[in-house]
């Protein structure tokens, strides 16, 4: 293979693992992982070519998205993830996003007319609307996220608040996110993007980086959302 070739390669290897969410910073430093087989975020950073400020907040970023592992000891060691495991899980987690647009499709089909639901734009308007989501429901809140740590930055207050008047609040996460005291938990790993609903009345699915959702307060697609969210709860 010649240099060109070798670099268009180089491109559409980038491009499509911008398509799966990582950032330049991640894609450098992914790359330059799977190349060196393991290695500290010194080395890392060297061999990517990205900040050495920047190298442990990229290297837990993309432990968090599962494509590396981490080794406890100093320094701290890293190894990408076995790329047949990373490939099944993202095969999985593509399936389960066509699998939620099939139930969407299924109930404009079934209603033969369109179903509000309403776009917000930006990560600030996304976490004030799932503020107001939370203060607003009587009975249950059913929340399944990758992102719990980077939700409760925003709303934690608003969940302490929602617990305290008595709503049941049921959270899918995945197994190291640290989540609030009373809720219920089901720990599933593979999730994607972040899914909200409340009083089976309103849901939210949001983008994986929080920074987009939809949004509905149609009893339907809220009902169909919860029934989603059931099926991963009961998968093994």
């Not at 990582?22 to 990517?48: R, W």
């Not at 790329?83 to 099944?88: A, D, H, Q, Y």
């Not at 009345?201 to 307060?217: H, V």
Request: aromatic share 6%; charged share 30%.
């Amino acid at each position: 293979m010649d240099f060109n070739s070798a670099l268009e390669e180089y491109n559409k290897i980038v491009e499509s693992l911008e398509k799966l969410g990582l950032s330049q910073y991640e894609i450098k430093a992914f790359l330059a992982l799977i190349m060196l087989g393991v290695g500290s975020a010194d080395v890392i950073a060297k061999n990517a070519k990205i900040p050495r400020t920047s190298a442990y907040k990229v290297l837990d970023s993309l432990e968090q998205k599962g494509f590396i592992i981490s080794s406890e000891g100093r320094p701290k060691m890293y190894k990408p993830e076995h790329l047949k495991t990373l490939k099944n899980r993202i095969i999985g987690e593509i399936n389960e996003l066509f699998e939620k647009l099939e139930f969407v499709e299924s109930i404009f089909l079934e209603k033969g007319e369109p179903q509000l639901v309403y776009t917000v734009y930006g990560k600030e308007k996304v976490m004030r609307k799932i503020a107001e989501m939370i203060d607003l429901a009587e009975n249950e809140i059913i929340i399944s996220t990758p992102k719990l740590s980077e939700l409760r930055k925003f709303v934690e207050k608003n969940i302490e608040r929602a617990l305290n008047r008595g709503v049941r609040i049921i959270i899918v996460t995945h197994p190291t996110q640290r989540v609030p005291k009373g809720a219920i938990v089901y720990r599933k790993t593979g999730l994607m993007a972040t899914d909200i609903v409340c009083d089976n009345k309103s849901a939210l699915l949001a983008s994986p980086e929080l920074n987009a959702c939809g949004y509905t307060d149609n009893p339907a697609l809220a009902q169909h959302l919860t029934h989603f969210i059931n099926i991963l709860i009961e998968r093994d």
